[in-house]
């Protein structure tokens, strides 16, 4: 008999012995933050003053002002929405003799409910929530007499008229200078009830009620005109350069909502540093596997806004934020803004470009979607074997 193996040994983990770890244990993944001077900055005090930004505060303040609609856009859009408001509400209410489907709810989602809502893209979106389900012929039936409603009003205020579209997520109603869409989806206890042959797409109706949460959110926490700015200068950068084009539009919310309000002191930083903030952190792996990124508001706990996007998207949009970041760096907002653009049209996210004697070339892919070769040591044997043999 071996000593302390029967009372705690070594041998015997059940009382107090050192035996080996179960095996089963679950891991826990550690999700990491990127490295954030803004937080950081206590622990790393500044030992010289802040270098003098205000090229770059007023060339976003200029570039802003070109991304705001105009007067004329705002009031197209505007007398389009209440319109179709109008009618709507009066479909929920008083529905008359419309029967192809029951309304429950009307409300109205995207830029421009958050006001962010940018020159040339006069579109507004609504969101209908029905009683019954949604079906296709329902959705048709609500599109011609929104149509019909919509028509009689601006023949009475002798106006243009409009028509309307049926498309995969409900319908567009369009008149001069203006659009909106018509995003139809159910009650939440109409989703386990939806046939793939008969009603809308399950994850289009979904994506129409998280549409409704996220402008509640925001409406209530990111009411700020700096974030607002900011979100146009993201959508922006975004539509011009393709490693950003993946990021949604409730991803560049969070992001400038993150910039401009979580900091140390809680105020809203300048528009020029939360910028180059936002540049560092998708440039320092915010949006990457692996990083805590930032928490959706509007989903469940532990829910990632990021995790929409594929692994091959992630880093591409990490690669390119590193690019530009170096480009702004290095004196080159103005082109980073399309406030000036580059020589030959050429995208300075994807072109090696030189920059007052430095040189800024993009980073090639770190993910590869190629599947991993599999053990051939059997086949090569087999394959030698036969070589030998004939």
């Known amino acids: 008999m071996v000593r302390g193996v029967g ?62 609609p105009t007067p004329s856009e705002q009031a197209a859009v505007l007398s389009l929405v209440t319109k179709l408001q109008t009618v709507l509400d009066n479909l929920v209410v008083a529905p008359g003799d419309f029967v192809a489907c029951q309304l429950e709810e009307v409300r109205q989602v995207g830029s421009y409910k958050k006001g962010t809502m940018m020159a040339g893209k006069n579109v507004a979106d609504i969101v209908v929530i029905m009683k019954t389900l949604p079906t296709k012929e329902a959705v048709e039936g609500l599109a011609n007499k929104v149509n019909e409603e919509v028509n009689k009003l601006t023949r009475t205020e002798g106006t243009g008229a409009v028509t309307c579209t049926s498309n995969e997520r409900g319908f567009t109603v369009s008149a001069a200078g203006a659009a909106v869409r ?16 008969v009603h809308l797409d399950y994850k289009v ?18 009411h700020h005109s700096s974030i607002k700015v900011l979100i146009r200068l993201l959508r922006d950068m975004c539509a011009r350069h393709s490693g950003l084009e993946p990021l949604t539009p ?20 300048p528009i020029n540093v939360a910028f180059r903030r936002a540049l560092s952190l998708l440039a320092g792996g915010l949006f990457l596997p692996g990083c805590a990124g930032l928490p959706d508001p509007c ?14 998207a992630q880093d591409h949009a990490a690669a390119t ?7 702004v760096a290095r004196g080159g907002h103005r082109y ?47 394959g030698a074997q036969d070589g030998v043999a004939a």
């Open 7 to 68: 009372r705690g040994g070594r041998g015997m983990p059940g009382r107090g012995g050192m035996g080996r770890p179960p095996f089963n244990r679950p891991r826990v993944l550690m999700l990491r933050p990127p490295f954030d001077l803004i937080l950081a900055e206590p622990a790393f005090p500044r030992c010289k003053p802040a270098p003098d930004d205000s090229a770059l505060t007023q060339a976003l303040l200029k570039r802003h002002a070109e991304l705001c």
């Open 182 to 197: 018509v995003l139809v989806t159910t009650l939440h206890q109409n989703l386990r009830k939806l046939e793939p042959e």
């Open 205 to 222: 109706i979904s994506s129409h009620l998280a549409a409704i949460r996220h402008s509640r959110w925001f409406e209530e926490n990111a």
């Open 250 to 269: 409730w991803m560049i919310d969070l992001l400038a909502h993150h910039c401009i309000m979580n900091n140390p002191a809680r105020q809203a930083l």
């Open 299 to 312: 989903e469940a706990a532990h829910s990632r806004a990021h995790t929409a996007l594929d692994l091959a």
């Open 321 to 327: 934020a590193q690019t530009l970041l170096r480009v």
């Open 336 to 382: 980073v803004l399309g406030l000036q653009p580059f020589e030959g049209g050429k995208d300075i996210s994807t072109e090696i470009t030189v920059w007052d004697g430095v040189v800024v070339s993009p980073l090639a892919p770190a993910y590869h979607d190629t599947p991993e070769p599999m053990d051939t040591d059997d086949k090569d044997e087999e």
